[in-house]
């Protein structure tokens, strides 16, 4: 599969932003999705997952509340919703997809459990 984010941008502290990942290939609805971010020098980090079905999802705790992950399967499109977003969100977001969804009980929430990734959209917030 291919993944193509998009929706990075220069957004103001406090502000909103989303995020579209599209995915290409017939299998989409069957692999469990996630967003992660990086930032020079660190590791990419899990921001937020949903499950193939759509009825679960994770988050880490830095976006609770603030970011929304949505997907629809029938236009092979996952999103990330980012509200009250802070200069600290600063990142390169990636979208990934994890082909072992639906043998998992739970989404994964680190880099090793998804196989495919983005090239990965910059979010730049300023104070």
């Known amino acids: 599969v291919q993944l193509q984010a998009s929706g990075g941008g220069l957004v103001q502290a406090g502000g909103s932003l989303r995020l579209s990942c599209a995915a290409s290939?017939?299998?989409?609805?069957?692999?469990?999705m996630g967003w992660f971010r990086q930032t020079p020098g660190k590791e990419r980090e899990f921001e937020a997952a949903?499950?193939?079905?759509?009825?679960?999802?994770s988050y880490a705790d830095s976006v609770k509340g603030r970011f929304t992950i949505s997907r629809d399967n029938a236009k092979n499109m996952v999103d990330l919703r980012m509200n009250s977003v802070k200069p600290e969100d600063t990142a390169v977001y990636y979208c990934?997809?994890?082909?072992?969804?639906?043998?998992?009980?739970?989404?994964?929430?680190?880099?090793?459990?998804?196989?495919?990734w983005g090239q990965g959209t910059q979010v730049t917030v300023s104070s």
């Open positions: 990934a997809a994890d082909r072992d969804g639906r043998r998992k009980l739970v989404v994964s929430t680190t880099a090793n459990g998804f196989e495919y």
């Open positions: 290939g017939r299998s989409f609805s069957t692999y469990d």
């Open positions: 949903i499950r193939w079905s759509g009825d679960r999802t």
